[in-house]
T-cell receptor
Framework: DADVTQTPRNRITKTGKRIMLECSQT?????MYWYRQDPGLGLRLIYY???????NKGEISDGYSVSRQAQAKFSLSLESAIPNQTALYFC??????????????FGAGSRLTVL | QQQVKQSPQSLIVQKGGISIINCAYE??????FPWYQQFPGKGPALLIA?????SEKKEGRFTISFNKSAKQFSLHIMDSQPGDSATYFC????????????????FGKGTLLTVNP
């Protein structure tokens, strides 16, 4: 089983629908992240969580919300999806590595299409 | 404000050639510079990383060169192989310290590398 599991892997929805992307991890990491990947724009941080009680906005949080249900679970919601939220979404976890480095482990991604 | 600028956006090299991807950063507080590699249909994965106390780090065919005064760092892939074809992201952050959020990684926009056989 993957260390970081995202569901669904693919979803097509319509404008205005509510969508939830789920992420679970078996690495025991405290810190979890949601990123969005768009062609030519790289990886942009949506939300991040240091632990169950600590959730923070990233650089592009508008239109998104998150829930940290447990240390191992971090969900991303689009309350009312719009076409420009069509993208590839990644969940990641992190641990402090050697010399204090922040090493991210990414899931395989969830491709969302909003029609 | 884009804090990490990556170039080129795409790169095509022949098998056996050298691939070079460049990044420049603005925040002088950054002290951790990783490169992530992403294959199609997969999430990015850490490839190699460097701290600013050294000017070069080599792992197999992959080398990071770091120029602190110019605030630039680059990834060199020697003897490039078709299996190296992927998207490469540079990133930067402050190293993990107790408390605070300044260790969040800031990513470049990515470089799509194609190595032709």
């Amino acid at each position: 089983d993957a260390d970081v599991t995202q569901t669904p892997r693919n979803r097509i929805t319509k404008t205005g629908k509510r969508i939830m992307l789920e992420c679970s991890q078996t690495k025991g990491h405290d810190r979890m992240y949601w990123y969005r990947q768009d062609p030519g724009l790289g990886l942009r941080l949506i939300y991040y969580s240091f632990d169950v009680k600590d959730i923070n906005k990233g650089e592009i949080s508008d239109g998104y919300s998150v829930s940290r249900q447990a240390q191992a679970k971090f969900s991303l919601s689009l309350e009312s999806a719009i076409p420009n939220q069509t993208a590839l979404y990644f969940c990641a976890t992190s641990v402090r590595g050697v010399s204090g480095a922040n090493v991210l482990t990414f899931g395989a991604g969830s491709r969302l299409t909003v029609l | 404000q884009q804090q990490v600028k990556q170039s080129p956006q795409s790169l095509i090299v022949q098998k056996g050639g050298i691939s070079i991807i460049n990044c420049a950063y603005e925040n002088t507080a950054f002290d951790y510079f990783p490169w992530y590699q992403q294959f199609p249909g997969k999430g990015p994965a850490l490839l190699i990383a460097i701290r600013p106390d050294v000017s070069e780090k080599k792992e197999g065919r992959f080398t990071i060169s770091f120029n602190k005064s110019a605030k630039q760092f680059s990834l060199h892939i020697m003897d490039s192989q078709p299996g190296d074809s992927a998207t490469y992201f540079c990133a930067a952050s402050r190293a993990w310290r107790s408390g605070g959020s300044n260790y969040k990684l800031t990513f470049g926009k990515g470089t799509l590398l194609t190595v032709n056989p």
